[in-house]
């Protein structure tokens, strides 16, 4: 059994695909093991993978079966205490396990790490941060800590955080079977988008903590996923007209599910904040973006099911409300 299991999940990904893995290959840790999945690529992210790396193995799916679902058969099939979701437009400094590993001898109930991320902007690094984690604002939004800063060395204390983003975690094996809801690790109604989120929530309402480790840094193209800066809802609405229509899409239906799941009860003093906020975005949504009112229709068509999970979640929870509200953040 490996100390790490580095689980790389591929889509469409033939801008990234070869640096993301020579940076896997050259990492001067090299006790982990590598699992690529593809999710049906339609571009030439396995035929790059097949002719510039013809030693590794991947698995290919027909069809995209998404993010959460393609990475829960990679942990099922991976054997490691530690399991790294990577994503293909990461690029990871050679010492990046060799680091996580010292930090991770010495935080026993770290269930998720995030390291310092910044972001490339046209392949090329910067020292502008992507996320350091995550926080849970008073409207229940989660917000990437520290997007778009400049790193300036501010950040280089280990810190614990809410939860942590799905763009380079690591996950405890042991915190992840105790948190699983039958084989899910990530909530596959989810699909993808937000389960990163999701995740982060049931760990805390375990016990289990996060944590940020500004030794290790990897390197993120922001560019493809959605942004989770701090902004003003006018700003987050402008935003959202930069993004795909799945990004938008899934993003607003997940976190209705994050929020069904997960919310602690209607009667807490963050009720108010969530419903204006939501407010907003319905009619938003409505005026906007009527497609994504399809939301609404999946989320009855699920709802029982999230039900079941949300009834697990506090059966099995090892803090209360209060505690788990401690890391709700009330800045606007």
């Known amino acids: 059994m490996s100390k790490f299991s580095i689980n790389l999940i591929t889509w469409n990904g033939e801008r990234y695909i070869e640096d993301c893995l020579y940076s896997v290959l ?3 840790f090299q006790d982990f093991s590598l699992i690529i999945i593809d ?24 069809e995209n079966v998404g993010f959460a679902k393609a990475h829960n058969q990679a942990i099922h099939w991976s054997k490691s205490e530690y399991v790294l979701c990577l994503n293909q437009d990461v690029v990871l400094e050679p010492d990046f396990l060799e680091k996580m590993n010292v930090f991770l001898e010495r935080n026993s109930l770290a269930a998720a790490i995030t390291p310092k991320v910044l972001r490339t902007q046209e392949k090329e690094k910067t020292k502008y941060i992507d996320t350091l984690g995550l926080k849970l604002m008073k409207n229940f939004s ?5 997007a778009g800063e400049q790193d300036d060395g501010q950040f280089d204390i280990p810190q614990e955080v809410f939860g942590i983003s799905g763009a380079v975690p690591i996950y405890s094996r042991k915190a992840l079977e105790e948190i699983r809801y039958k084989n899910e690790y990530f909530d596959e109604d989810f699909f993808s988008y937000k389960e990163d989120v999701d995740l982060s929530a049931r760990f805390r309402y375990a016990g289990w903590q996060c944590w940020y480790n500004p030794a290790s840094v990897a390197y993120h193209d922001r560019s493809v996923g959605a942004e989770r800066e701090k902004m003003s809802k006018w700003k987050v609405l402008k935003a959202r007209r930069r993004k795909s229509k799945f990004a938008n899409f899934y993003s607003y239906r997940n976190h209705l599910y994050f929020l069904y799941k997960n919310i602690p009860n209607y009667k807490f003093k963050n009720f108010w904040p969530i419903l204006f906020y939501e407010f907003i975005k319905f009619f938003y949504v409505l005026i906007f973006e009527i497609r994504n009112m399809k939301a609404w229709s999946d989320f009855s068509k699920v709802k029982k099911t999230l039900k079941n999970k949300r009834d697990l979640i506090r059966k099995e929870r090892k803090i ?10 009330h800045e606007t």
């Open 26 to 28: 050259k990492q001067t």
């Open 39 to 62: 999710n049906g690529s339609t571009d030439r992210t396995v035929e790059i993978m097949k002719e510039r790396f013809p030693h590794l193995n991947i698995l290919q799916h027909k």
């Open 142 to 146: 989660a917000v990437e800590i520290g």
């Open 320 to 329: 209360r409300d209060e505690e788990f509200l401690k890391w709700v953040k």
